[in-house]
């Protein structure tokens, strides 16, 4: 299908939703599901004493509704609302002896209804209930990305949300009444870049590289290897400057071009060697980074607890080397040649010698 009879598709829909918010008899069949707000008190009164604050027990809080469908960390970092049905673990943890008869009958019965309809955030007929939930598929994520992001991107397309939310990466020239209750982007998206801040589709919040938040996002967490490259550590005292480093070339702020395109470009710059480049089969990268005639010159992107010491991409001091001090000849580094500071510029592209 092309992206234009998407679009229409899409719109149709879009469309269909509001014609069932006119009519009120259509709503009136079917009992309105349990919400947030509904269960919001009885969460206030019971549980939010001991699930609130730095110090919250599990540390998992109950505060907001995001709060509450997120994971908790222990065992294995279960979505505490998910599956929707009572083996969730805010309804399991109620039998456990310390939780059981902190609910009476009829606000059990209240919170598990909301479990099994959804742990839907309110009672809103614009777009799908679960919208908000990232762990759905049904969620304004995935709608995004299903319509090649072009309801951010085009502001001209019937389902272009800026028709109706301010703080979209598209806004649409001369809207300047939005329907009261639809929120503006940049109060969930509140970094700066609002909906276009780096984490908000890959890495966590303000960590802009991959692996993404692995409670909303499960699976295996893929792109392990940016922290090492990009966090400093003890072979990269200051970090790598970004992203061009390794995707070079590329205009990260907008969603054109090849950026967003379901497609990993992997490009290094060019200080990385002439003919640095990255086998997205194997995972290996040829760089003059790691191929300097150390002790470990073959490294993969997916290899895990890489540890990579002073000999490892070259030799400590390098084969034929002079025998005085690195500190004679080089800039941040202690006598011995073990130790890089903060000021080695290291990892650079370039030879420092003072
Ligand atoms: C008196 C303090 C206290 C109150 C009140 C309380 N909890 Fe807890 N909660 C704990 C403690 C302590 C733990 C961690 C030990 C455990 O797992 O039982 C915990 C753990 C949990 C967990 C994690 C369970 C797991 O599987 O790891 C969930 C979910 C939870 N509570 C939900 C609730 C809900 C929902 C309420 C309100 C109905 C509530 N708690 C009220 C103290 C409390
Ligand atoms: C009520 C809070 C809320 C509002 C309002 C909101 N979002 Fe989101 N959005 C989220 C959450 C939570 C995520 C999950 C990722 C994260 O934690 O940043 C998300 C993720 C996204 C993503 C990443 C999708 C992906 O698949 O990785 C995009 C794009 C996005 N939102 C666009 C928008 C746009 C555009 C608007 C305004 C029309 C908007 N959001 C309004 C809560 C919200
Ligand atoms: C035709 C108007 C309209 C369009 C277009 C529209 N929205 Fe909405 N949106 C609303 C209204 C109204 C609400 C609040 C009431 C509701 O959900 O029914 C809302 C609610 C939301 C919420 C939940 C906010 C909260 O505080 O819980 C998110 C997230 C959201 N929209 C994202 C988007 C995204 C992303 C797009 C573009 C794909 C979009 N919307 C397009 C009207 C619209
Ligand atoms: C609205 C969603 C969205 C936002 C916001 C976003 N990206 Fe992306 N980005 C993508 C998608 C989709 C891909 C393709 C890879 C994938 O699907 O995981 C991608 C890929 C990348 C890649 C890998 C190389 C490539 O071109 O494929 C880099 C680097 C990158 N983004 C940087 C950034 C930076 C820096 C920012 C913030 C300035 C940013 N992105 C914001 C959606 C987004
Ligand atoms: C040291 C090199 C390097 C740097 C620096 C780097 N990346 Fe990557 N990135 C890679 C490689 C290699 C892959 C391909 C992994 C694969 O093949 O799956 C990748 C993949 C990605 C992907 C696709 C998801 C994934 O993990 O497969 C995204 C998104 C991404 N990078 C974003 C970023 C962003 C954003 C930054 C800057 C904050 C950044 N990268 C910095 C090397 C790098
Ligand atoms: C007498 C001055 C001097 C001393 C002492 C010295 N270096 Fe060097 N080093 C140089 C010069 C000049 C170069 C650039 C020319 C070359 O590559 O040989 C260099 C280059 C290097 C390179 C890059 C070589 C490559 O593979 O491209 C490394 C790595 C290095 N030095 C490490 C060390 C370490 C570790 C020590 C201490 C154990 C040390 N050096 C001590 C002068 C010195
Ligand atoms: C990931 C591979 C890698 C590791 C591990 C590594 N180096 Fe290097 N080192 C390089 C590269 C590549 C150069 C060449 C110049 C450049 O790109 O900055 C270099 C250059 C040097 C130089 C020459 C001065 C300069 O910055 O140009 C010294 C001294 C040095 N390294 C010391 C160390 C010490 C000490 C350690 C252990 C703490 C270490 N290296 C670990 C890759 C590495």
Known sequence: ??????????????????????????????????VYADVEPILEEHCVECHSGPSAEADYRLEDYFQ???????????????????????????ERPDHA??????????????ITDGAIPANR??????????????????????????PIVDPTRSDTCGLCHPGSPAPVDGIINFPPDATDC????????????????????????????QCYFRGP??????????????????GLDGCQDCHFGQDYTMLDGTHGNGVVDVEFDPVWGPNATYDSETFACYTTCHVRRGTTPDVAWNEKDLNLDCNAC????????????????????????????????HCDGKVDVK
């Open 125 to 150: 007929s614009t777009h799908p209930g679960q919208w908000n939930d990232p762990r759905t598929d049904v969620w304004h994520g995935n709608y995004l990305r299903e319509t090649d992001w072009q």
């Open 314 to 345: 070259h030799q400590s001091p390098p084969l034929g080397h002079s025998t005085l001090t690195c500190n004679t000849c080089h800039i941040g580094i202690n006598p011995e040649g073990t130790i890089l500071t903060i000021e080695a510029p």
């Open 186 to 213: 940049t109060d969930c998206h509140s970094l700066p870049g609002g909906v276009m801040s780096c984490g908000t589709c890959h890495g966590d919040g303000p960590r802009a590289y991959p692996p993404r938040d």
């Open 221 to 238: 967490p893929v792109g392990y290897s940016h922290e090492p490259h990009l966090e400093p550590s003890a072979n990269n005292p200051r």
């Open 1 to 34: 299908m092309n992206a234009s009879a998407h679009g229409r598709r899409v719109a149709g829909l879009l469309l269909a939703a509001f014609v069932l918010v006119g009519c009120n008899e259509t709503r009136e069949l079917a009992e309105p599901p349990v």
């Open 101 to 114: 008869g902190l609910l009476d009958a009829d606000e059990t019965k209240g919170l598990t209804n909301w």
């Open 68 to 94: 509450t469908i997120r994971c908790i960390p222990d065992p294995d970092g279960q979505p505490a609302t998910l599956p929707s049905d009572p083996t969730a673990p805010i309804l399991s943890v109620l």
